[in-house]
């Protein structure tokens, strides 16, 4: 059974950072394209940013290039989501997800688990 659980959510103000883990069970990260994504309130999911397997390619929204970086631990099997210069837009809820595909625009369709989430809020 396969199972992603996001930690390291929280408040923080705007100009903060925070990290975000998903830890996998029942897969390896290494083996599949890990990706993160948020829905805000009333707007739909959107892909933050996703690696694919090995490490070499890797995709960020354009409201995150250069504020947020993805990385992994496949001796964890956790994928991190490094937040920093955070505003109060990046606010949502952050779902971990994983898929046996890549594609460069980061789609939602390629994926087949998904986590619970874990709440960002960003007050300005």
């Known amino acids: 059974q396969v199972q992603l659980v996001e930690s390291g959510g929280g408040s923080v103000q705007a100009g903060g950072s925070l990290r975000l883990s998903c830890t996998a069970s029942?897969?390896?990260?290494?083996?599949?394209?890990m990706g993160w994504f948020r829905r805000a309130p009333g707007k739909e999911r959107e892909g933050v940013s996703c690696?694919?397997?090995?490490?070499?390619?890797?995709y960020y929204s354009d409201s995150v290039k250069g504020r947020f970086t993805i990385s992994r631990d496949t001796a964890k099997n956790t994928v991190y989501l490094q937040m920093n210069s955070l505003k109060a837009e990046d606010t949502a809820m952050y779902y971990c997800?994983?898929?046996?595909?890549?594609?460069?625009?980061?789609?939602?369709?390629?994926?087949?688990?998904w986590g619970q989430g874990t709440q960002v809020t960003v007050s300005s």
């Open positions: 690696i694919k397997w090995g490490g070499g390619s890797t």
């Open positions: 029942g897969l390896t990260i290494d083996g599949h394209t």
């Open positions: 997800a994983a898929g046996s595909q890549w594609r460069a625009d980061c789609s939602t369709l390629l994926f087949n688990y």
